[in-house]
């Protein structure tokens, strides 16, 4: 039982980081709990459909199929959480311009709305096909304790959003001007890793065989298999032995990422210039 | 209609110029996969992969052909291979490796790691 709860919390800490992260920031959006909630279940309906196709296929095939869903799943979910962070980081601009004038007013754009859904969905959907897949298979294995590990799951995911509820109260707890930036530093980074996962992967396939040569080694500092280094490669992204294309996916996220909110500040900053223009007239 | 069809036809004319491209690889593969690969069956029981060290050639494709016989699903999970791959229940999963470095790749299965533990060891 303390297993599976096990299993299943340490599989819902990423959401949980992300959600958390995103239900704290996020907090100018009307009703955000409603779209975070539905998020959730697109997500899982998404791990649910894909979970019953993994299953149909009668053994795994010796191609790459599987392999490259998961890597454009990835590739998705570093776009749309990238997204985010640039919104966050613009959210967060134009909340400081406009603090103690229009503060109370929510943002209410289609946009921020759209976006909420899909990175909570996104999120989910790249965990929730494993979960899905091991509570199936549990389920239809042990089918006379199936309370015990009913209970486990139970524990597990109540573990999994008390550390997003946890996650979201601490954040909200730190000063609103750094909340945004910390949101916005933590989203890139989540991005990045997961940008340069994915391009581990394809070099580990062969799909790509350039710069495939490990850049260094800290394997004997911090493991891959140590829990500094797995929660290390949660938030950072950290890999003992990262191969040129990681380390390149890795900086190119992040940098594009940047450009991308410098290029939306300036525009937040013409935004704010009118905004003083109307306090004038006024 | 007419622009799939166009880029379905590019699609098959880049791969019988360029017989090298990642498609055409792997229908290669999937065809001859024992003249070029090395192909190593790993046995998943009681959540006990055996051999749990397994010694493969340096610089060569390597297939692990991984025979779940658990009825729980495993996930075959490795930062130092750069892989994740889930292991249905009863079922054999099949994991392409890309040549690789002498050394060793320790790898677990994630959701029964106190036991499921095992490393490729690539040797020159």
Redesign the interface.
């Known amino acids: 039982m303390i297993k599976i709860a096990l299993v299943i919390f340490r599989e819902m800490l990423e959401i949980s980081l992300i959600l958390g992260i995103v239900s704290a920031a996020t907090r100018s959006v009307k009703n955000s709990g409603v779209y975070i909630v539905s998020g959730i279940m697109v997500g899982f309906i998404c791990s649910a459909i894909l979970a019953f196709f993994i299953t149909r296929l009668s053994s795994s095939l010796s191609g790459y199929g599987e392999e490259m869903i998961d890597v454009a799943i990835i590739m998705i979910t570093v776009l749309v959480v990238g997204t985010m962070a640039i919104w966050i980081k613009n959210a967060g601009t134009k909340f400081n311009t406009q603090l103690g004038e229009l503060s109370a007013q929510s943002d209410n754009s289609l946009y921020a709305r759209i976006m909420l859904v899909l990175v909570v969905a996104s999120t989910v959907f790249r965990e929730g096909t494993e979960i899905v897949l091991f509570i199936h298979a549990i389920a239809s294995a042990y089918t006379l304790e199936s309370t015990d590990y009913a209970v486990g799951f139970v524990i597990g995911m109540t573990a999994g959003v008390g550390a997003a509820l946890a996650i979201s109260y601490g954040l909200t707890k730190i000063a609103i001007k750094y909340l945004f930036s910390l949101s916005f530093v933590l989203l890139s980074l989540v991005s990045a890793s997961l940008a340069s996962e994915a391009a581990g992967m394809l070099t580990a396939l062969g799909v790509v065989d350039i710069l495939n040569m490990p850049i260094w080694d800290s394997e004997t500092f911090i493991s891959d298999f140590s829990l500094v280094g797995r929660i290390l490669k949660m938030l950072i992204g950290y890999n003992a032995k990262p191969n040129g294309l990681q380390v390149i996916f890795y900086f190119a996220t992040l940098l594009f990422i940047y450009i991308a909110s410098k290029l939306g500040a300036a525009k937040t900053g013409t935004f704010k210039g009118k905004g003083q223009n109307v306090k004038i007239t006024r | 209609m007419n622009l799939i069809r166009y880029v379905y036809c590019l699609f098959l004319f880049v791969q019988t110029i360029h017989p090298e491209s990642?498609y055409a690889?792997?229908i290669l593969?999937?065809q001859d996969?024992k003249k070029h690969d090395v192909v190593v069956e790993i046995k998943l029981q009681n959540h006990l992969f055996s051999p749990a060290e397994i010694y493969v050639p340096a610089h060569k494709?390597v297939?692990l052909v991984i025979h779940n016989l658990d009825?729980?699903?495993e996930?075959f999970d490795s930062?130092?291979?750069?892989?994740?791959?889930?292991l249905?229940?009863n079922?054999?999963?099949?994991i392409?490796?890309?040549?690789l470095?002498p050394g060793r790749y320790?790898f677990?299965g994630?959701?029964?790691q106190d036991t499921a533990k095992g490393a490729v060891i690539v040797e020159e």
């Not at chain 2, 079922?91 to 099949?94: P, W």
């Not at chain 2, 392409?96 to 040549?99: D, N, T």
């Open positions: 990642a690889r792997n593969d999937a996969s494709k297939t009825p729980t699903v996930e930062p130092p291979l750069k892989r994740e791959k889930l249905k229940s079922s054999i999963t099949h392409i490796l890309a040549p470095m320790d677990i994630e959701f029964y």
